[in-house]
């Protein structure tokens, strides 16, 4: 019986300590650990600066809010006094000092009566970041399931490691140089074996209420950059820039916002990268269809190699937006640390990365705001994590033996699936929604 139990606590806190549950926000400064089946509700730039996780359930049986705000006074006592402002109807379960990451915290349990009278319970933690913010977790279940529920929410309330210092930033460089080391040995005969890539893509949600929500087409061919830079004319007449070999990456995908009123946007990006992986460009098309006035932003991408007066290479992004007539450019200093947005899709293909945690800068398409980013890749027994952006939880990916994309199982619960023409042809019909 003893060796059963142990047997099964090992198998709960590898369960526990999967990189499946675990977000990491350059965002709000911090990773942590979540309970097994967490599902992200919301991110931040998703209506809110914070992120929003629930139990992954039929019937959820906890939430739980992770933010970081800018604060004068960053004492958690008072920080949490705030917050909570307790009443003389709630009824206080626990609550004391712990410490979080080595790092002085406040955290708190308690009844409450909810709005539509049901009674809560509630638990917080608050933890004093740097540079005048404090990271603040709140968790919600009942008081029936409070027995249960407390402690996987307290596990991950210490779980929680914070980005301010340098054992959590070490880490960090150490998988970007060895993101470094893995594009220094990407070489043109690596980036020419792409060369005739196509799959069709599948977007589509699973459970209880199914739905489509694209599909569309990835490519890769090796071609000029005069074909992603718009250049007119014959290739001949081009200048010697235009004329230049690299990789080009297309896709094309039909995302449909409402299918009742024909709303659907067509969403076409085309990047160009140079085969020693110095310099590239990338259109990023999305026109909106929703009735007979069609609307279209763009967004392009110049990445300079570095040069003389340019130790580092230079990203210059412009954004267009024909419904408001905006435009606004943006200029950033990139290192060797880049990962070209061609890349990004073709990760396993081009070159396998190992069980390490592997780091690069990139492009992040996740948020409204131009920004970089940071990616991090990992293969841990056999799985494929990979986090980005704003979206906190990693992806899964699934890939055959030559690296090329099966499933992609993204944190919010979207599935992308490598199919075929008449497979994704027949879904969509049969469904009721407008092919091209």
């Not at 308690?110 to 977790?137: D, F, M, S, T, W």
């Not at 960090?172 to 893995?182: I, S």
């Not at 594009?183 to 699973?206: C, P, Y």
């Not at 780091?359 to 980013?373: G, Y």
Request: glycine letters at 8%.
């Amino acid at each position: 019986m003893e060796m059963l139990m142990t047997a099964l606590l090992t198998m709960m806190l590898a369960i526990w300590a999967s990189p499946q549950n675990l977000l990491r926000s350059d965002e709000l400064g911090l990773d942590i650990t979540l309970p097994a089946g967490a599902q992200m509700v919301q991110r931040p730039g998703d209506g809110g600066e914070h992120f929003l996780i629930r139990d992954g359930q039929a019937s959820p049986a906890w939430s739980l809010q992770i933010e970081s705000l800018a604060t004068e006074n960053a004492d958690p006592v008072a920080i949490l006094d705030r917050r909570v402002s307790m009443t003389a109807t709630d009824r206080l379960i626990d609550r004391g000092p712990t410490l979080v990451d080595g790092r002085p915290a406040e955290r708190l349990w308690l009844l409450r009566e909810g709005p539509n009278g049901q009674p809560l319970a509630l638990g917080y933690v608050v933890i004093p970041q740097v540079l005048g913010r404090v990271a603040i977790c709140s968790a919600v279940t009942t008081p029936d399931a409070l027995d249960s529920i407390q402690p996987l929410i307290d596990q991950s309330f210490a779980s929680i490691r914070l980005r301010d210092d340098p054992r959590s930033t070490g880490p960090t460089q150490a998988a970007l140089r060895r993101g470094v080391a893995w594009l220094q040995a990407i070489d043109e005969q690596a980036l020419r074996s792409l060369e005739g890539t196509r799959q069709v893509l599948r977007v589509h949600r699973t459970g209880p209420d199914p739905s489509e929500l694209a599909y569309g087409t990835l490519e890769a061919h090796i071609g000029l950059r005069g074909e992603v830079a718009g250049t007119q004319g014959p290739p001949e007449a081009w200048q010697s820039s235009d004329r230049e070999e690299g990789l080009i990456v297309t896709t094309h995908l039909r995302f449909v916002m409402d299918a009742e009123s024909e709303h659907y946007i067509d969403r076409a990006e085309r990047s160009w990268v140079s085969l020693d992986l110095s310099e590239e460009i990338w259109a990023d098309q999305a026109t909106e269809r929703k009735g007979a006035q069609p609307w279209t932003n763009t967004e392009l991408g110049f990445r300079t190699a570095p040069g003389l007066g340019q130790p580092q290479g230079q990203l210059l992004v412009i954004r267009s937006d024909q419904r408001t007539g905006a435009r606004d450019d943006w200029t950033y200093v990139v290192s060797d640390q880049w990962l070209p947005r061609g890349l990004r899709w073709l990760v396993p293909a081009t070159k396998s990365i190992g069980t390490e945690l592997i780091a690069w800068q990139t492009w992040d398409t996740s948020s409204l705001i131009p920004r970089m980013t940071i990616r991090r890749d990992q293969i841990t027994d056999g799985v494929h994590f990979s986090w980005s952006g704003l979206d906190g939880l990693p992806t899964l990916l699934k890939s055959n033996r030559l690296g090329q994309l099966i499933r992609a199982s993204r944190p919010d619960g979207t599935l992308i699936d490598t199919v075929d023409d008449e497979t994704v042809a027949r879904i969509w019909t049969d469904a009721g929604l407008k092919l091209r």
